[in-house]
Every structure is written in C-alpha cells, then in structure tokens.
C-alpha cells in the first residue's frame, strides 16, 4: 500500500463507505421509486467526494457502474443517470469496453491492484484499479484517474514509441517497459516491473567470448548518455537473439541527481544481415563463394612483404566451360564452376588466398610457398578434376605458376608469369584435351543407350551405301557415313528419362527433342575435326516440303548429306523392333517411303535406296 501514498489510501476509504451506502439503499430500494432512489443516493454519496477533482468510480460484481463522482461525468461526458446501473458495453466504443473489462477481471481474480495508461484527449492518463470489499459479500471494482503531467508525460509518450524502451531506477529495478520492450524481451510488464535489469535485459557479445560493457552501469557512472556496443546482441526469455542499435541515458530529478537511466533500443538484426551479406558480396564471387579479384589484388599487395617470401601465386583456367554452357546450358556450366571451386579449396591450405579471377578463371595467393610447393598443389588439383564429370564432360583445368623469391621483384610481374605459363599448358594441350572431351561425350550417349548406338551404326552403313548408289565422291560418302554415326549426338544433353520411355512423349519431351538437331550442331561446331559435320547433323530432320525442324528448310535448301541421313535413319527405325511395335518388313518401310518421298524426303534419295535394298535382295 505504500508506494500508492495517502491520496490512494484515501480514495480506498471513501469507496468502501460508498459501498456501505450502496449496501443499506439497495435494502430499502423499492422498484417503482428507482429513480428517485437514484438521485437520494447520489447526493448522499456525493457529500464524500464531491470536492475531489480525481475522476472516481466504482463497480458491483456485474461490472455495472454503482458509483461516479462529477469528475468522471466529466470525463466520461456523461450525466450520471446515463452512467449508473450500466457497464461499459452501453456507453463506449467496443475497442474501449473490452479493455475496461479486461483489467476489471483482472482486478477480480487477482485481487490486487491493476495499472493501465491511455492517451485520450490529448494527454496521457493512468488507471488504478482495486478491489473493494462489498457488504454482499462480493467483490466491487474501484478505481481512479489522473493525467500523467511533466517529465513522466513526456516519459510516457517515449514508452508509445516503436522502439524498444525501459526505464529502471538508481538501484537497477524496473520501473516500466513498453510494447516493443516486452516483445523483444519475452518478458511483460507485469512480470518485469521490480526485477533487477540484467535478468531481464540481457546483453551479451555477438561473438562467443566477447565481452560486452554494461551500458547501464556507465551511465551510472558517468552520468552521461552511452551509445550500445555495436556488437550488442540481446538474449530474449525463450532464446531469441536481436542485434541491438541506440543507447541508455540518465534520468535526473530537479536538482540533477541521477535517479534512474531510459534505455532506448531498436531490433537491427535485419540491417546486419543485409549489411554483412552486402560486405560478404562486396570481396566474394556469389557463384562459388571464393574471393573475388578485387579482394584478391588487395590481398596481393598486402601480403606483399618480406617475412611472406616466398610467395607463389598460381593461376588456373577451366577447359570446356563454353562447351558445358553450349551443350548443357549455363546450369551445367556453374555446376562444373563450383565443382572447380570446391576442389581448389580441398586442396589447398586455409590460409591461401583462393579467388574467381574472371569468368573460367581461378587465381591463388600462397605466401610462404616455395615453388615445389606451388607445383604440389597444381598436380593435387589437377588430378583431382581428372577424376570429376559434369554431363558426361570430363573435367580438366590448365594451369600455371611462378613464385616470388626477392623483395625488388615485382609481385604484379609474378602473376604475369603464372599466366603466361597457364596459356603455354593450354596451347599445348589444346588439342589433345578436346579431343579427348569429344569421345567423353560420344561414349556418354553411346554407353548409356546402347541401341542408340547401334541405331547409329544401321544409319552410317545405309547412308553410305545410298551416297555409293548415287554416285557421289568418296569424300561425300565418308562425311555422310561419320555425320549419320554422329547424327543424334544432341541427344547427350536431353533429359535421360525422356529417352529411355518406350511410350509416346509429352508435349514439353517432345519439344525438347527436336532440339537434339541444334545441340549436335553445337557440339560438333565446336571440334576442328567435326567442324564441316556439324551443318550436315543441324539440317537431317527437315523435310522436302519444308514441314521439318529446327530450321523448315525446304527441298534443296538442305544440304544434301542432310537429306541422305534423313532417309536413312527413317528406313532403319521403320525395320528395327521397338518396345511399342514390331519392326516392318523392307518391303512395306519402302512403300512408305515411296509415299511420303516428295513431301518428307527427297525423290532421288527415296528411289537410291530402293535400289540398294533391292540390289541386296538379289
């Protein structure tokens, strides 16, 4: 009772007479002179707190109003007759009313008081609630008002604030905390008020073993405002952790002498990831994770000094990146990035420096490496990738070296060096190395659908013995028969599912196959030993009337060998057992041909091959 003062006390008293008065009137209370019962009440009971400015009023077990003084009409505006005998739900908004009730349950299963604050009118005002002991033997609900004046006003409006306050006095108990307090603390005012700060406002370093000063205590101390620390972290009830931004000041009565500290704080945990991602961005590739060249060069010639001599700095290049991009797409050319990646840092040591020089290049910063070291670790890399495939692509990187030994040498002519002997490994091993990728991806498609291999086969022989019959140059005969053996090597970047279904295809397969013409076209553009079999490969799904794909040539606008090819492949599929269907017999294949020759295929082609069959009849 006595951090509420005499005034309370007082109010408290004349409530519990006004109780006794209800009690003895509502005995002689007749209905038909309620009225005026009414009025003889009010003016009895007026005589206790008529000259009391305080809003006061109380109310029965039902929460029906048995009671206001004239400061209350006022505040209410309303006449007293509109006021007793009715609850809250009668005469204010339902926002209002629901909140009224609230705390008038509260202080009915409690017991004790209940404070609450509205900014009404302009102003701030404070609610006291408690219970009153009735004659009835239940539980009235008494309360007052006051407007909240001064610095505790100004005090107030900061706690209706978004951010984070609390307010504790000179021995660190908790006065108040707002809203926002509550959320990011876990704890409600109800539970905090009177606990000590430090267990419910609890710091601690964003780093494990970090030590935070406390912010109150200086303030304590110096009696002036304190900035948080920037690597403050806030340690909720149920474990949450927010970033903390803003600072604690001192709260002085009017002779300056400190009585407590406001603690100001807002959740940033958002804004320090965002500005720890941007800063992570700002010196790392976003792809792969590795440092960027911008942090690579600053790195280089920051560690450029005595004590790290030796320093060697290799340089890598990835073969087949544009390659994997042309046949795969970009998907598969970030895959084989990452996989680089991923070896670079499997091999070498923590401390090096590993970064994405540029788009297929890699660089790497050791300090205190000897040049046999440096050498070491290319090898590792290098036999590492070996081992690795992306789409059926072998993987293989070029790479080259130099080492930094005296302080005068110039660290930028290092890298210089280590990038000229990065090309000299790549010219060298130009063509052995696509060579070598070209049959990785023949064998891909060839060992993994063997019938699409012995399809290829069927299809070189026939096309071969078609260009014989039309009396074309050895030359043309051997370009048709490796471009027939070659003609869906596109298949190699479709979608293995789609080619192993022996049912019809989808709509979206469909569409994807008929890019397998322009993806062969690709692979084979990019070999110097395949380069004039790639247009052949594009053009042998057109047709004569130009209905075909990708392209809709039409007639002779297709390259011949194109058109070979095409009457090749369709005569072997119609004689060849699929899952779906017997083979037919060549007799009826040719008829078909016959049939579709002037509109899907070539007339001259469709009767050479006629005559091969035949001629193999005989």
């Known amino acids: 009772m006595e951090k509420y003062g005499l005034p309370v006390l007082m109010i408290i008293i004349t409530i519990s007479l006004i109780s006794l008065v209800i009690y003895i009137i509502r005995k002689k209370l007749k209905k038909k002179k309620k009225n005026q019962e009414i009025r003889r009440f009010n003016e009895l009971v007026q005589t206790f707190i008529e000259s009391e400015e305080i809003p006061v009023s109380l109310k029965d077990e039902q929460f029906n109003y048995i009671f206001v003084n004239e400061a209350m009409e006022e505040f209410y505006g309303k006449d007293i007759t509109e006021i007793i005998g009715y609850d809250d739900f009668d005469f204010m908004d339902e926002l209002s009313a629901i909140k009224q009730r609230k705390t008038d349950k509260k202080v009915l299963e409690t017991k004790s008081f209940v404070t609450d604050q509205?900014?009404?009118?302009?102003?701030?005002?404070?609610?006291?609630?408690?219970?009153?002991?009735?004659?009835?033997?239940?539980?009235?609900?008494?309360?007052?008002?006051r407007i909240v004046a001064g610095k505790e006003k100004y005090l107030q409006t900061l706690l209706s604030i978004g951010d984070g306050v609390l307010v504790v006095d000179r021995q660190g108990k908790i006065e108040m905390l707002n809203g926002a307090a509550e959320k990011m603390t876990g704890w409600s005012a109800e539970e905090a008020v009177g606990r000590d700060y430090k267990e419910v406002f609890v710091l601690q370093h964003e780093v494990n073993g970090g030590v935070i000063n406390d912010p109150i205590e200086t303030v304590f101390k110096t009696k002036a405002t304190k900035e948080l620390d920037s690597h403050a972290v806030l340690v909720s009830k149920d474990g949450k952790k927010y970033h903390l931004e803003d600072s604690v000041a001192p709260v002085s009565d009017e002779s300056g002498k400190i009585t407590g500290a406001v603690i100001v704080f807002r959740d940033v945990t958002d804004k320090k990831e965002e500005r720890k991602k941007n800063e992570y961005l700002s010196f790392h590739d976003s792809l792969t994770g590795l440092y960027n060249r911008r942090f690579f060069e600053e790195e280089m010639n920051r560690l450029d000094i005595e004590r790290n001599l030796p320093i060697s700095i290799i340089i890598g290049d990835v073969d087949g990146l544009k390659l994997t991009n042309d046949i795969f797409g970009h998907d598969a050319g970030d895959e084989l990035l990452k996989k680089v990646s991923e070896i670079f840092k499997k091999v070498c040591r923590a401390d090096d420096i590993i970064a994405r020089w540029g788009g297929d290049e890699f660089a790497i910063l050791l300090p205190q490496t000897q040049k046999k070291e440096a050498q070491i670790i290319t090898d590792r890399i290098k036999d590492n990738f070996s081992r690795e495939k992306i789409k059926g692509i072998k993987g293989s990187v070029s790479m080259g070296y130099a080492t930094k030994y005296q302080p005068d040498e110039s660290?930028?002519?290092?890298?210089?060096?280590?990038?000229?002997?990065?090309?000299?490994?790549?010219?060298l091993e130009r063509g052995q190395n696509k060579e070598d990728t070209f049959?990785?991806?023949?064998?891909?498609?060839?060992?993994?659908?063997?019938?699409?291999?012995?399809?290829?086969?069927?299809?070189?022989?026939?096309?071969?013995?078609?260009?014989?019959?039309?009396?074309?140059?050895?030359?043309?005969?051997?370009?048709?028969?490796?471009?027939?053996?070659?003609?869906?090597?596109?298949?190699?970047?479709?979608d293995k599912e789609a080619l192993k279904k022996d049912t019809k295809l989808t709509e979206d397969e469909s569409k994807e196959m008929k890019l397998h013409p322009v993806v062969g076209y690709r692979i084979l553009n990019a070999f110097d030993h395949t380069m004039d079999l790639a247009p052949v490969v594009l053009g042998h799904h057109e047709r004569w009337d130009g209905t075909g794909y990708p392209q809709g040539t039409k007639a002779e606008e297709t390259p011949k060998l194109a058109r070979i090819i095409s009457v090749g492949e369709h005569f072997d599929e119609m004689t060849t057992d699929k899952p779906y269907r017997r083979a037919f017999s060549n007799r009826i294949a040719l008829e078909e041909m016959k049939r579709n020759a002037g509109t899907h295929y070539d007339p001259d082609i469709v009767e050479a091959l006629i005559k091969v069959i035949y001629d193999e009849l005989r």
């Open 118 to 145: 509205e900014i009404a009118k302009g102003n701030i005002y404070k609610t006291t609630k408690f219970p009153v002991d009735l004659l009835n033997g239940n539980f009235g609900i008494g309360s007052y008002i």
């Open 411 to 427: 660290i930028l002519a290092v890298l210089a060096g280590a990038e000229e002997n990065m090309y000299m490994e790549k010219t």
């Open 439 to 494: 049959n990785v991806i023949v064998d891909t498609l060839y060992g993994a659908f063997p019938d699409e291999a012995k399809h290829a086969r069927r299809t070189s022989e026939i096309c071969k013995k078609i260009a014989r019959k039309m009396n074309l140059s050895e030359a043309d005969i051997n370009k048709v028969a490796k471009a027939a053996y070659l003609h869906d090597i596109g298949k190699v970047a479709l």
